[in-house]
């Protein structure tokens, strides 16, 4: 999993600084449910998600509106995913392209926002922290035991039922933005079907 994660790039380290006990439960997905109903406005707020679409629609050289919106998406997404399941994916390398990960670093700026989105609104209720850092420094972190090359794919791999238990699958437009779905489809031919039938 070392393609295509240009430096800076980073590690979801999600640590409790609240409780939250009242977070929006109904954004909290029954375990053999799936939520179309979680859009990315719905997980962000209407309003913090208007703010971040037009933020990256107006700057210079943006993608189409569309890309802009499925990126969005995708990062709200994520984010929904290491909230929910902090036991399983808090500290894996970041599993998305750089452009969400520049998403991921535009809601941080808004700090109060950033904090209500990550202790009101997504399901675990903790702040979700971010650690700028390349995937040799990963490896090699004393924070970290080095994972071996059988880990590290499982972990890579680890997200992708979580993502299709909770979203219904990936889909053409979410399929660029997740590094290990794109190395599956592209290189090893797999179709959107096939990864999202994986089983971790």
């Known amino acids: 999993m070392t393609a295509q994660t240009p430096a800076p790039t980073a590690t979801s380290n999600a640590t409790s600084t609240s409780t939250a006990a009242d977070y929006d439960r109904s954004l909290t997905v029954p375990d053999t449910a799936i939520a179309p109903a979680l859009t990315p406005e719905r997980i962000l707020g209407a309003e913090l998600y208007r703010e971040t679409l037009a933020h990256f629609t107006q700057k210079p050289g943006a993608?189409?509106?569309?890309?802009?919106?499925?990126?969005?998406?995708?990062?709200?997404?994520?984010?929904?995913?290491?909230?929910?399941?902090?036991?399983?994916?808090?500290?894996?390398?970041?599993?998305?392209?750089?452009?969400?990960?520049?998403?991921?670093?535009?809601?941080?700026?808004?700090?109060?926002?950033?904090?209500?989105?990550?202790?009101?609104?997504?399901?675990?209720?903790?702040?979700?922290?971010?650690?700028s850092i390349s995937y040799d420094a990963y490896r090699t972190s004393a924070e970290t035991v080095a994972p071996s090359r059988a880990t590290a794919a499982e972990e890579a791999l680890r997200w992708i039922p979580l993502y299709a238990e909770a979203f219904g699958g990936y889909d053409a437009e979410g399929l660029p933005h997740w590094t290990v779905v794109r190395f599956l489809h592209e290189e090893l031919g797999l179709s959107l079907t096939e990864i999202n039938a994986l089983e971790n």
Request: with cysteine.
């Open 63 to 131: 993608p189409e509106a569309d890309v802009v919106a499925a990126q969005v998406r995708e990062c709200a997404r994520y984010l929904h995913l290491v909230s929910r399941h902090r036991d399983r994916l808090a500290g894996l390398f970041l599993p998305v392209e750089q452009d969400i990960d520049e998403i991921w670093h535009f809601l941080i700026l808004q700090t109060r926002e950033y904090r209500d989105l990550c202790e009101q609104r997504l399901p675990g209720g903790h702040f979700i922290h971010h650690r």
